[in-house]
């Protein structure tokens, strides 16, 4: 029979793992998505912006010791700065307006509208990197948009009665979308040379500096 090409089975490996680390990464989203609505809906809870800083704090300790632990090889010097400031807009800014539109519409309409970053990354990508857009990619950014319209149209589920209300949480999840596809492309070049677990850690690191300077925006504000 035809012989496989020539690095063709390291690269079907790479591509499953990769899959498989992208389905992992969205179930485990779902789950804390759920579990960050059951928060946000008690009698007394956290803000946006609290819950973020705790998120990122415990996450980014974590990842910096797997990383160390398993010498993944770091993050470039030169890559740092570029890192922290994507993970400023997505894990800080990104993620306090994913939690604040969570009890205004509910977790099924701002966890799909903030799947938008799909399609929006996957056209920022070719546009400033020249990356292909291949026919599968282009259909499963059209099966994201069209969930997305699907959702907005039938109203979603859960979160306020109030229409006023449900509109600005969707604008929160809206501006959770272009956050991380801001964040994911401005970390581009910098994450191709960066350990998984280290390139994670410097970028929620941002996430954290980024709480911090909203907490203290938002305290001189209410002064």
């Not at 990769?18 to 946000?40: D, E, T």
């Not at 570029?82 to 969570?102: E, K, P, R, T």
Request: aromatic share 8%; proline share 4%.
């Amino acid at each position: 029979g035809a012989q496989a090409p020539e690095g063709f089975w390291p690269m079907l490996e790479m591509s499953l793992w990769g899959l498989f680390a992208g389905l992992f990464a969205a179930g485990s989203w779902a789950a804390a998505s759920h579990l960050f609505s059951r928060i946000f809906s008690a009698p007394k809870p956290p803000t946006a912006n609290a819950a973020v800083l705790f998120k990122n704090t415990l996450a980014a300790a974590l990842f910096f010791i797997v990383g160390a632990a398993i010498g993944d090889g770091g993050v470039p010097s030169g890559a740092i700065l570029q890192m922290l400031i994507s993970g400023l807009l997505g894990f800080a800014i990104g993620d306090a307006l994913y939690f604040a539109s969570l009890p205004m519409c509910g977790v099924q309409t701002t966890a799909v509208v903030s799947l938008a970053n799909v399609p929006l990354t996957v056209i920022g990508a070719h546009w400033l990197f020249g990356d292909v857009m291949d026919p599968g990619s282009l259909l499963g950014a059209g099966f994201v948009l069209a969930g997305v319209l699907l959702v907005l149209r039938s109203g979603g589920g859960g979160g306020s009665l109030d229409p006023r209300v449900h509109r600005r949480g969707v604008l929160l999840a809206t501006g959770n979308a272009l956050a991380i596809t801001i964040s994911i492309l401005s970390g581009h070049e910098g994450m191709q040379g960066a350990g998984i677990f280290s390139g994670a850690a410097v970028r929620l690191s941002g996430g954290v500096i980024g709480a911090f300077l909203i907490a203290t925006v938002f305290g001189v504000m209410r002064r």
